[in-house]
């Protein structure tokens, strides 16, 4: 019996507004390069697969400033490299300033309130699991989900990053229940997925943009109302 459910903050809960694709395609419009924001997608989400890596491997919050640089250069890279777009140091170097210069906007996805809601009316414990190094109370409040969460755990809090079971086994802690008691929705199938299934937790992928369909050693969503199946 299902008692607890757990999901991931960015890109699962919460997104930017507007989309870093739109954002992206528009900067790069400023340096005489025009892309359609589609086609950054998935670029977008490899280099955010390699940045999850890296935090997962060393906190980025521990980095210097010169290493943080390094690292969001190599991620810009990353992106332009899987569009197809010859960026040279100095494209990369002014994008990435752009990028330092903007006041990101976070907003809840569409599916979210309706979805919480319908969770919290059958009684189920709600929780988030986050790899963030610093306070994050301010954006969860920001944004409303405090209406919803009853359990937080970050990175910073438990001394882990996903997909390490630490982390996981902090929030079932918190929530009081086993780990066959929980699922766990995230948008990243190695990190959210593996890591919830490697702690007992049932991970289920949240594919919004259908990119991930040769995943099917889990379940995969669309939306998150797909979740009431599960329960």
Known sequence: ????????????????????????????????????????????????????????????????????????????????????????????????????????????????????????????????ISNVDREITPLYQGVGLSTWLQVVVTSQEAGFSKPHPGIFRAALKKAGVKPSEAIYIGDQYQFDVVGANKTGMRGILLDRRGFFEEVTDCPRIRSLTEVMEYL
């Open 1 to 128: 019996m299902i008692k607890a459910v757990f999901f991931d903050l960015y890109n699962t809960l919460v997104g930017y507004d507007p989309p870093r694709e739109e954002t992206h395609a528009r900067l790069l419009k400023d340096f005489g390069i025009e892309v359609s924001p589609e086609a950054l997608l998935r670029p977008i989400m490899t280099a955010d697969d390699f940045i999850y890596q890296e935090h997962a491997r060393y906190s980025l919050a521990k980095r210097s400033k010169e290493e943080t640089i390094a690292l969001y250069t190599q991620y810009h890279g990353i992106i332009h490299r899987e569009a197809g777009i010859d960026a040279s140091p100095e494209l990369i170097a002014g994008l990435l300033k752009k990028w330092m210069n903007l006041d990101l906007k976070m907003v809840l996805f569409d599916d979210v309130a309706p979805t919480l809601t319908q969770l919290r009316e059958r009684g189920l414990i709600l929780g988030l």
